[in-house]
């Protein structure tokens, strides 16, 4: 890594390795002046994509080579952890893998491919290394069209993203968006609430997902789907009470989010989290959209009685799964009423069910005082159930055509349709991203990494705003280093106090200070 610096140089005072001069012949090949008329498109995120050319290629690979494509399509998803591969000494360099991609961009896969592999400036099987894809082990000592094929697939991908704006890379370009943007949307997830020690879902080993072996599931996700849980709703409730908000506190990063409301420059904060921490740090539900619901309300499944969430916690973590009181009253007066199949000696006849069968009206297999109460249903959105309505319709009607900057924030942006706000916004409207490890899937503007609070506690810092919050510390010191080979990607470490990391669990993607992302529903 080296130093955030204003000379170019490094921490130790070195100048930066200086571009490849093949690299530089290419980008010079005989449109330079081809290249300046399109800066501006470029700038704006408009890429002359000519994703035509790619889709004629990919249909004249031979169809009786199905075989093979399988493989290249595995290859593709074989992807290195950041999009660049750095552990390879035959691979493309990243400032090398930036410029390939810029180009691409800038004049089209027919072209781009005229300009390297075509022009013999470079072999397809290293160009593939500048968009992320490691040569396949199949296709080792075969000759060098046998690439291109994969190559083809790869330029396809890459076009697929929205393309970087050049003009954003700095930590205070970042700065200088938080002050003069007026319109910000902020989208969460779980790694801005991770430092209450609130566990995440999708970890390895430390993660929620990772401790559900025992309840049998073929999918840990199904704690979460709609269907298993009308089917037996003991399975969600053994865990609900792991993942129960159990603090009136909030975080730093909660505290930022408020500080962009007081200051008027809050659009909407588009969260994951089921944790409800958003409300508890006062941002207002005209400036909120709960995307995946919260534990705030909850509902019966039989009559649709609501009720405040938190007077349901007492039962949930004692293992007891709450019922509503409103069916069990109402049903007091109502039992000898019912139409009722009765045997012979004058008692009710009791319907066979199969095992696993779930039937609001019985409770034989839960444990509940009334027969005929419904289960209560925590107001958090499962898998399987719609997404809010105020989601699709504020993004649509109303954010989209006045948000000026996107921060995306603890979240690696993996469950639809959440996934698809940002590039589904205008790809002119620059983008931040803050997490503990970078997204492939998404071009940011600027990568911000590191624990979310330590992050947005440096931002305010340079933008000479106050973020007063308990867990930002007197004299707080952090040290910001640009990741070498992308001069828009940097770290943020707390340096003073020193942070204990004694005892912390595997800090994964998205973080903050303990640990990995955590996305409500699956995130």
């Keep these: 890594m080296a130093s955030e610096s204003a000379n170019g140089k490094n921490g130790n005072g070195a100048t930066q390795a200086k571009k490849s001069s093949r690299l530089r012949n290419v980008v010079n090949y005989d449109e330079k002046q081809h290249m300046a008329e399109i800066e501006e498109d470029i700038q704006h995120g408009v890429a002359h994509t000519n994703m035509s050319e790619l889709e004629e290629r990919v249909a004249e690979l031979n169809g009786d080579n199905w075989e093979s494509e399988s493989l290249f399509e595995d290859a593709i998803s074989g992807l290195a952890d950041d999009g660049i ?16 991609r810029q180009l691409l ?29 490691r040569p396949p082990a199949f296709l ?12 083809i697939l790869a330029l396809a991908r890459e ?3 929205r393309a970087k704006l050049t003009k954003y890379n700095t930590v205070d370009d970042a700065v200088h968006l938080l002050q003069t943007s007026k319109n910000i949307i902020v989208l969460t997830g779980a790694g801005i609430s991770t430092s209450l020690g609130i566990p995440d879902f999708r970890s390895k080993g430390t993660g929620l997902y990772s401790k559900l072996a025992h309840l049998g599931l073929s999918d840990p996700q199904e704690v979460f789907d709609i269907r298993v849980f009308k089917q037996d709703p003991t399975i969600f409730y053994s865990v609900a ?3 129960l908000p159990s603090t009136e506190r909030f975080t730093p990063t909660h505290a930022f989010i408020a500080l962009l409301q007081q200051k008027g420059k809050l659009l909407t904060n588009y969260s994951q989290n089921i944790d409800n921490l958003e409300a508890k740090a006062g941002i207002t539900p005209d400036k909120l959209i709960q995307c995946h619901g919260s534990f705030a309300t909850a509902t019966c499944v039989k009559c649709g009685h609501k009720v405040v969430g938190d007077t349901l916690f007492p039962e949930i973590r004692a293992g007891k799964i709450p019922r509503c009181r409103k069916c069990s009253q109402g049903s007091r007066g109502t039992n000898n009423s019912r139409k009722r199949k009765m045997n012979k000696d004058g008692t009710e006849k009791k319907p066979r069910r199969r095992p696993g069968d779930y039937d609001s009206n019985s409770d034989s297999e839960f444990d509940t005082p009334s027969n005929n109460s419904g289960v209560m249903k925590p107001d958090i959105t499962f898998f399987g159930e719609q997404l809010p309505d105020e989601f699709s319709k504020r993004l649509t009607e109303h954010d989209r055509d006045l948000v000026d900057l996107v921060i995306v924030i603890g979240t690696s942006l993996k469950v639809a349709p959440v996934s698809e706000v940002v590039p589904f916004l205008p790809p002119n409207i620059p983008q931040i991203y803050i997490s503990r490890t970078p997204v492939t899937h998404v071009n940011f503007d600027i990568d911000l990494l590191g624990d979310c609070d330590v992050v947005v506690a440096e931002l305010c810092r340079r933008a000479g705003w106050d973020l007063n919050h308990e867990m930002v510390p007197e004299g707080q010191v952090i040290e910001v ?9 940097h770290t943020f470490a707390q340096v003073h106090p020193k942070i204990e990391t004694e005892g912390e669990g595997e800090k994964a993607a998205d973080g903050t200070n303990g640990g990995p992302v955590k996305e409500e529903n699956g995130e």
């Design 481 to 489: 280093e640009e990741v070498e080979g992308f001069k828009s990607r």
């Design 105 to 133: 961009r800038a004049v089209g896969p027919q072209v781009f491919c005229k300009r390297t592999v075509d022009a013999g400036v470079i072999t397809a099987k290293k160009l593939l290394t500048a968009f992320g894809i």
């Design 241 to 243: 009470r792991d993942i």
């Design 159 to 161: 076009l697929q993203k």
């Design 85 to 100: 591969i750095t552990d390879d000494p035959e691979a493309c360099t990243p400032e090398e893998a930036v410029e390939y």
């Design 140 to 151: 080792e000592g075969a000759e060098d069209d046998s690439y291109f094929s994969l190559l």
